[in-house]
Each structure stands twice: as C-alpha cells, then as structure tokens.
C-alpha cells in the first residue's frame, strides 16, 4: 500500500534560521509529490509540486523541495524562515493510477519563534 | 480566483442529528472531495466524486454519504451523527488529471455533542 511519512511531527525553529521537513513516500508505482500548508483557522494551500523533470522544485514564500527517487524522499526546505512561517505543513502524493485522491502525511507543525 | 466555499465554518449538531454539509467550487472541476481532519492523523479521505453523480469511497467512509447532483456541488452527509464525527471537514476540488493539484476550502468545524 501506498503511504506517506512525515518524520517530524513538530518542528521549533529561531527566526531567520534555515529548516528542513521532511517527507518520505512508499508506492510501488510513479508518483507526483505536492506540499502544502495549512495557516491557523484556514484551509491547505499549495506550496510547490514535482510532476517530472528539475527534480529541485521552487515553490511561493521562498520554499523549495528535492526529490530524490532512491531515497523516496521529498524535504521541504526554506534557507531563512519568518514569524509568519509559523504553519501546519502537508507532504501529499498523488500516484500515477486513474481514480485517485491525494495521500497526505501526518503533517508537520513549524513553530517559528524571535 | 479560484473559489472553494463550504457552507459554514462552524456548526454545532447534537447527536443523532443528520447534518449536511455544502461545498461549491466555481472552477468547473470534474474532480471533487471530502476530507476530515484531525490532530496527529493529517487528512483522511472520506469520499471522492470524479464527476456528476459519480463517487467513490475513501479511507473512511463509515458514518458518511455524499450527494453530488451538479458539478460545482458536493455534499457531505451524516445520516446520525456521533460524538466521534466531531472534526475538521475539508472540501477540495481538482480539475480531471492527477498532475493538478487539488483546491481546498477554508473547513468547517462540526462540534457533535
């Protein structure tokens, strides 16, 4: 079956340092990987996705992720993060089968204090 | 601008109760869905609908049935709620592919007591 982990639940980071969250995946079919994030009392946005090619992928506010197929895995990364970064953040795949909704992580709360 | 709405964000049901719960998206997306939320268990699919009057079940359709009589509306149905359908209800629609990425609502907020 196919899943997704996010290996961090929460994440507390000063302002301005850089972060990683990561995002591992299992499918034994080709996949395209999506991350959102999801702000206080507001529904899921889309960051940034990888369908093919570059598989460094740059996102909005600053964010981007790497695919790397042999390690199945897809970090988020952000060199210098703000307040405002403070954020639930989601690491979905989308498999490549017909009929399919997104399989989302767990989830990874970014606290982002001064 | 892409436009997910849900009917309320907020709403209280006693149990027993059936609720209704509205999405409608303004893109014409063939693809729409239901998703609940929870803290530590991410999203999890309830039910999924590619097109009008077409659906399928996700991971945890028990309790839950859906209504989808025009394209740009979905509806979630609890046909007796329980105190344990308490949770974030998160509507998405996607145009058909599975390169796109899907378009969510800002939630609803059911409170079962």
């Known amino acids: 079956a196919q899943s997704v982990t996010q290996l961090d639940s929460q994440v507390p980071v000063f302002e301005e340092a850089p972060v990683e969250l990561r995002c591992n995946y299992s499918?034994?079919?080709?996949?395209?990987l999506f991350w959102y994030v999801q702000y206080p009392n507001q529904g899921l946005q889309l960051l940034l996705k990888y369908l093919s090619g570059s598989t460094l992928v740059k996102g909005i506010n600053g964010f981007e992720a790497e695919f790397n197929k042999s390690q199945t895995s897809f970090h988020l990364r952000k060199p210098s993060v703000h307040i405002s970064d403070t954020a639930e953040y989601f690491c979905?795949?989308?498999?490549?089968?017909?009929?399919?909704?997104?399989?989302f992580g767990k989830g990874t709360t970014l606290s982002v204090s001064s | 601008d892409v436009k997910v709405t849900q009917s309320s964000r907020y709403l209280v049901k006693r149990t027993g109760e059936k609720v209704f719960l509205e999405c409608v998206q303004d893109?014409?997306?063939?693809?729409m869905f239901w998703y609940r939320q929870d803290p530590g268990l991410g999203l999890r699919l309830i039910y999924f609908s590619y097109d009008v009057k077409m659906k399928e079940k996700g991971d945890i359709p028990e309790g839950y049935s859906v209504s989808r009589e025009k394209k740009e509306r979905f509806s979630l149905i609890l046909e007796s709620a329980s105190t344990n359908q308490t949770s974030m209800y998160l509507c998405?629609?996607?145009?058909?592919?599975?390169?796109?990425?899907?378009?969510f609502g800002p939630g609803t907020r059911l409170t079962v007591t």
């Open positions: 979905a795949v989308s498999l490549n089968q017909a009929g399919t909704a997104l399989i």
């Open positions: 998405a629609s996607r145009r058909e592919g599975r390169t796109y990425e899907q378009y």
């Open positions: 499918s034994s079919v080709s996949v395209y």
């Open positions: 893109m014409d997306h063939e693809n």
